[in-house]
């Protein structure tokens, strides 16, 4: 089966694929995105959520590369809140990338903002989210970017085409899950449910007569835009007896290949087609996490949606439709599965991948504990608090100003420019017997300054202080290129040979393994701030972040645009 459709697809692909930055401009689009609370029904509860115009999830916004969006949101809600516009790469426009306190102060309750970018060269699924607290545990949607023309897709044009975004639900309100464990130091609740496009699916109760449902007709090939908008959870996910082609991740597209179950973490998004060749009936798609902390505890329900074919086989007269097929998953620690994945994913073509690199950069990526303050008793391990670094700094936000706006006004006191290039100290990172002197981070708002044009090759290595994980690090601003990844310590003498430097695929979020590392390298030409972090947000919490300065380069198309005037201040 996989044999006969994949020559078909690959006959279609056009081989001239990689977009140029047009300088023709596109279309503008203005929306208007008002953050309100709503009451919606799950899993037998009815809680208030933090939505954008009442939909959950949010509004889809369709573009094409080239356009301009001006998306003025205003804040009707309780909270604080930003919106992040995940994967665009702002290019001078880092005001409108949307991290609070990093790029911007958050928009009050009654407050409003609007964020202006245009798309260049990129073409695919991305998608928004709140960066604010936990806001986008509701506060999500997805962010189609078409090719300018029809004729440039480079694959066949297809069908229909369906927005899988795969989110993460609690009963209790996930601002005061975040809030509670932030007070104790005590490892957030976990979630209760997984969902795709809102909804947990037949396996919950209260929620079979809700589940998404993706009509398709016989014969069809149709493009799934999968996202992973969860908060805490990589997930599997797959669709009953159906092979999924991939054609783009992080809307950059792929060397197509199949498979039967993708691998998400948070932040990520894969592009797939989908033959509908199967005898018509009901099929899921189901998703489940991808846990590899030992001993955490995780959420290890399964959300799943329908793939119906329309066949007028579903409602036989006084007769129940037979339950749809179910799909194999893979188990909760298949590290050898979620690797074969991530490890298909290359670029259609060679690339001219940036060198001399200018910037060699080490950084550890872990958790740590931090001692509780004084004469209390905290809720992590053995009274402790809860911490996670990057090379042993605990990233702790600003609170009077956004960095950018410290960096552009020169306002001193509001971060450090003294990020470590390599970790403090040499360890064995991967090792089981981390000394516990080693495990508290120091805290600090530091980042690391690059001069505008520099070639950063960056290693992310994972440590298995207090547990050994897999992180999903993302970076604002940007894409790179995924060199290799490997398992246990980076050994540049041994590893560097490992790197793909002909298709290496081109990312902005990418899961660096469990007692393992990731080699990515990328090219600093967007002048600004941007955070590189964890993207499971009780990471990001506990300060698993830091933050890159790209200073402007030479005259005005390589700096930094002026604020906009309506930039909300702290
Ligand atoms: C679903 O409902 C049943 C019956 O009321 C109950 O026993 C079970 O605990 C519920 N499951 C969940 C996950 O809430
Ligand atoms: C999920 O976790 C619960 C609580 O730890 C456990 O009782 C249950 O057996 C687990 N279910 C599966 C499918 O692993
Ligand atoms: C995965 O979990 C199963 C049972 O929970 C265990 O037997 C197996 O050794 C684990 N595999 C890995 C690679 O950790
Ligand atoms: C907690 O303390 C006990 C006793 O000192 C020790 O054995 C254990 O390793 C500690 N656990 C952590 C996570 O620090
Ligand atoms: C991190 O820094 C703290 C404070 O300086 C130190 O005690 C600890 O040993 C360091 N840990 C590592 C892994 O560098
Ligand atoms: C909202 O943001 C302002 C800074 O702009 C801050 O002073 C205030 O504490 C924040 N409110 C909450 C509830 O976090
Ligand atoms: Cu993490």
Not at 164 to 173: A, C, H, K, R
Not at 477 to 505: H, M, S
Request: a negative charge; aromatic letters at 10%.
């Amino acid at each position: 089966m996989v044999a006969l459709k994949l020559p078909f697809l690959l006959l279609a692909l056009n081989l001239s694929l990689f977009i140029s930055i047009s300088s023709s401009l596109g279309e503008v689009q203005h929306h208007e995105f008002v953050i309100q609370e709503v009451p919606v029904k799950r899993l037998c509860k009815t809680r208030s959520i933090a939505t954008v115009n009442g939909q959950f999830p949010g509004p889809t916004i369709e573009a094409r590369n080239g356009d301009t969006l001006i998306i003025t949101v205003i804040n009707q809600a309780k909270y604080n809140v930003t919106l992040h516009w995940h994967g665009i790469r702002q290019f001078r426009t880092a005001w409108a990338d949307g991290p609070e306190f990093i790029t911007q102060c958050p928009i009050r309750p009654g407050g409003s903002y609007t964020y202006r970018f245009t798309i260049r060269g990129q073409e695919g699924t991305l998608w928004w989210h709140a960066h604010s607290s936990w806001l986008r545990a509701t506060v999500y949607g997805a962010l189609i970017i078409r090719p300018k023309e029809d004729s440039s897709y480079p694959f066949v044009k297809p069908k229909k085409e369906f927005s899988v975004i795969l989110g993460e639900w609690w009963d209790q309100n996930p601002m005061e899950v975040v809030r509670a464990a932030t007070i104790t130091g005590a490892s957030p609740d976990i979630s209760d449910a997984f969902t795709v496009n809102g909804q947990p699916g037949d396996l919950y109760n209260c929620s079979s007569e809700e589940t998404t449902t993706f009509p398709v007709n016989p014969g069809e090939l149709n493009l799934f835009r999968f996202i992973n908008a969860a908060l805490n959870a990589e997930l599997f996910v797959s669709i009953a007896g159906h092979t999924m082609t991939v054609v783009a991740a992080d809307a950059s597209y792929t060397n197509p290949f199949p498979t039967s179950v993708l691998i998400l973490a948070p932040g990520q998004t894969t592009d797939v087609l989908v033959a509908m060749d199967q005898p018509p009936s009901r099929y899921y798609i189901a998703a489940r996490a991808y846990a590899t902390a030992n001993g955490v505890p995780f959420d290890n329900t399964t959300a799943t949606a329908v793939v119906e074919y329309d066949c007028g086989c579903h409602s036989g007269l006084g007769q129940p439709p037979a339950p749809p097929v179910f799909p194999a998953l893979p188990a909760f620690n298949d590290t050898a599965a979620a690797a074969a994945f991530s490890c298909s994913i290359k670029s259609p073509k060679p690339v001219k991948l940036p060198a001399p690199v200018d910037e060699g950069l080490f950084f550890t990526v872990g958790l740590g504990l931090l001692d509780c303050e004084p004469d209390r008793v905290c809720g992590g391990p053995n009274g402790s608090r809860f911490s996670a670094s990057i090379n042993n700094v605990s990233f702790v936000l600003p609170t009077t100003h956004s960095i950018l706006q410290a960096h552009r006004l020169t306002v001193p006191g509001v971060f450090t420019s003294d990020f470590p290039a390599a970790p403090p100290v040499k360890f064995d990172f991967t090792g089981d017997n981390v000394g516990r002197e080693l495990w508290q981070p120091e805290q600090g708002t530091k980042v690391y300054r690059l001069k505008y044009g520099s070639v950063v090759e960056l290693v992310l290595q994972g440590t298995s202080i207090f547990a050994a994980e897999n992180h999903p690090i993302h970076l604002h601003g940007y894409n790179f290129f995924i060199l290799a990844e490997g398992i246990g310590n980076f050994d540049p003498a041994r590893d560097t040979a490992k790197f793909n430097q002909v298709d290496p695929p081109l990312r902005n979020t990418v899961g660096v393994p469990a007692r393992g590392w990731a080699a990515i390298r990328f090219v600093a030409d967007n002048p600004g701030v941007w955070l590189l972090h964890c993207h499971l947000d009780v990471h990001i919490t506990w300060g698993l972040a830091m933050v890159f300065l790209v200073e402007d380069g030479a005259g005005q198309l390589q700096s930094l645009e002026p604020a906009p005037v309506d930039l909300p201040l702290c």
